[in-house]
C-alpha cells in the first residue's frame, strides 16, 4: 500500500502530482522530512509519463533536466538513493548525460551560470531541481524557459532560506494550487521517523532562526543575538577546570584583520567530543610577522596542528605556508559554520575560557543583519575564527594526539 511508502503528507502531494495538470510543484519545508524521498520517486514517474508523450509525438529522444548544487550532490541526493532503493544503474555519456526509460537526462549544477550553455536551446519536457534555493536565479530562468515540451513540469526540492529569496517570493508566495503547488513539510510530518529522534532535534536545534527554518520548515531571518544559547554561567571555565580536561586534539582558527581585529584562536578537543576555546589572540593594525609569530609559538607549543585560515588573504597563508606551519583554507560557509557552533552550545559541548578578553567583548554583539540573513559585519572577528576551526576541522579532518 502506497501508505507504508509515503507519510500522509507525502501520500497527499503525490496523489496531487499525479492526478493534476500542474507546471511546478515545489515541496519545501525542515530537513529530514521526506521532500527529496517524495521528488524522487516523482522523478521517475515523470520519465515514464514524458515518454509516452514524446512518443505520441512522434518524438524519440525526448530531454529532460536534472539539475542539483553541483554534480556531486546531484549523485548524493537523487542518484545514489535511487540506485539503492531500486537498483538503477545509471550510465554517463562524456557531456554527462544518461538515459533511463527512453528519456534523455540531462545533469548539471545550478549553483553556477558556467553551466548554462549545456541546456541552451535545448527543448526539455521537464526538469528536477534539488536544492532550489541554492540556485542562481539566472538558471533557474534558464531552466523553466527550457520546459517547453508538451506537458513539461518542475519539480522543485529544497530547505527554507531568506524569506526575501527569489524563490520564496516569485515561486512560493504565488503559488494558487493549480498551475504553481507549494507544499510546505515540518519535521513532525515525517512520521517514520521515532518520537525519540525527533525529540532529540528539537532538543539539540539553537534556538531562534535554525529552529524555525530546521523543525518548522518556515522561511525566517535571523534575529537578534547569533548565539542566543550561549549562557555565561554554563559556558565559561575557569582555567583550574581546563587544567583537568583530557584533551585529544587541538586545531586553530585564523581571520586576518587590521583596521578591525585580526584573530587567532585555539580549541582543544576532549575525548568526549567537547571543544574548549583555551586562547585568543586578537589584535587591530598587526602585519603579517606578528601573527607569524604567535601562530609559531602556538605550534611550539602544542605540536604541529591545523591552522585554518580566513582565504581572503591568500598571501598571509603562504607565508604561514612557508614557515613551516599547517595552513589551510577555511571551510567559509558561513550559516553552516554559525549552525555548527550554535548546536554546540545548545548541547554544551562548547565551552570558552573565562580569561578571553575580545570573545567577551563579541559574544552579545554579535547579530543578525535582518536585511542580509547573515550577521552584521562587527563584533566577528573571534567569532569568525572559532566557526573556521569547528566546522573545517569535522569537514576537513585535523590531527590528535592520541596514538
Known amino acids: 500500500m502506497l501508505s507504508d511508502l509515503y507519510t500522509p503528507k507525502q501520500l497527499d502531494t503525490f496523489r496531487f502530482a499525479v492526478n493534476n495538470d500542474y507546471f511546478m510543484l515545489i515541496n519545501h519545508g525542515a530537513k529530514r ?33 536534472l539539475a542539483g548544487a553541483d554534480l556531486g550532490a546531484l549523485n548524493r541526493n537523487v542518484l545514489i538513493e535511487l540506485s539503492n532503493k531500486y537498483g538503477i544503474e545509471f550510465h554517463f555519456d562524456k557531456f554527462n548525460r544518461f538515459k533511463l526509460f527512453g528519456v534523455q537526462v540531462c545533469c548539471f549544477g545550478h549553483s553556477k551560470i558556467n553551466d548554462l550553455g549545456r541546456i541552451r536551446g535545448m ?3 521537464g526538469a528536477y531541481i534539488n536544492e532550489g534555493t541554492m540556485a542562481k536565479q539566472e538558471v533557474f530562468d534558464e531552466i523553466k524557459s527550457r520546459c517547453s515540451g508538451n506537458g513539461a513540469r518542475m519539480l522543485i526540492d529544497t530547505n527554507p ?60 531571518m535571523g534575529e ?42 585555539l580549541l582543544g578537543k576532549d575525548d568526549k567530543g567537547c571543544y574548549y576555546l583555551i586562547k585568543e ?6 602585519e603579517i610577522d606578528f601573527w607569524l609569530e604567535q ?66 567583548d563579541e559574544i552579545y554583539m554579535y547579530v543578525w543583519n ?9 563584533f566577528d572577528d573571534v567569532q569568525d575564527a572559532i566557526q573556521y576551526a569547528i566546522y573545517t576541522d ?9 596514538k
Not at 281 to 286: F, G, H, K, L, S
Not at 370 to 378: D, F, L, M, R, Y
Not at 394 to 402: A, D, P, Q, R, T
Open 33 to 65: 522530512t521526506g521532500k527529496t524521498v517524495l521528488d524522487n520517486d516523482l522523478f521517475l514517474y515523470e520519465l515514464r509519463r514524458i515518454k509516452k508523450i514524446a512518443a505520441a509525438q512522434g518524438v524519440e529522444n525526448p530531454q529532460y533536466i
Open 123 to 125: 527543448t526539455a519536457y
Open 161 to 220: 532560506d531568506n524569506p526575501e529569496h527569489w524563490l520564496k517570493k516569485d515561486f512560493i508566495d504565488k503559488a494558487d494550487g493549480k498551475t504553481i503547488k507549494a507544499v510546505q513539510y515540518r519535521l513532525d510530518d515525517n512520521t517514520f521517523l521515532s518520537e525519540r529522534y525527533k525529540q532529540n532535534m528539537k532538543e539539540t536545534t539553537p534556538s531562534g532562526m535554525f529552529y524555525d527554518r530546521n523543525i518548522n520548515g518556515m522561511w525566517v
Open 224 to 265: 537578534g543575538a547569533v548565539y542566543r544559547d550561549f549562557n555565561a554561567k554554563i559556558h565559561y571555565i575557569s582555567r583550574e577546570e581546563l587544567q583537568k580536561v583530557n584533551f585529544v586534539k587541538y586545531i586553530a582558527g585564523v581571520d586576518w584583520g587590521y583596521e578591525h581585529f585580526g584573530a587567532i584562536v
Open 281 to 286: 589572540i586578537a589584535r587591530q593594525y598587526e
Open 295 to 360: 601562530a609559531q609559538a602556538i605550534k611550539a607549543e602544542y605540536g604541529n596542528i591545523p591552522f585554518y585560515c580566513d582565504s581572503a588573504r591568500p598571501e598571509y597563508v603562504k607565508k604561514f605556508k612557508q614557515n613551516g606551519l599547517r595552513a589551510i583554507n577555511a571551510n567559509k560557509a558561513v550559516l553552516s559554520g554559525i549552525e555548527r557552533v550554535a548546536q554546540l552550545y545548545k548541547q554544551d559541548k562548547l565551552r570558552i575560557a573565562d580569561d578571553v578578553d575580545r570573545f567577551r
Open 370 to 378: 535582518e536585511k542580509t540573513g547573515e550577521p552584521v559585519k562587527q
Open 394 to 402: 569535522e569537514n576537513h579532518g585535523g590531527i590528535s594526539i592520541l
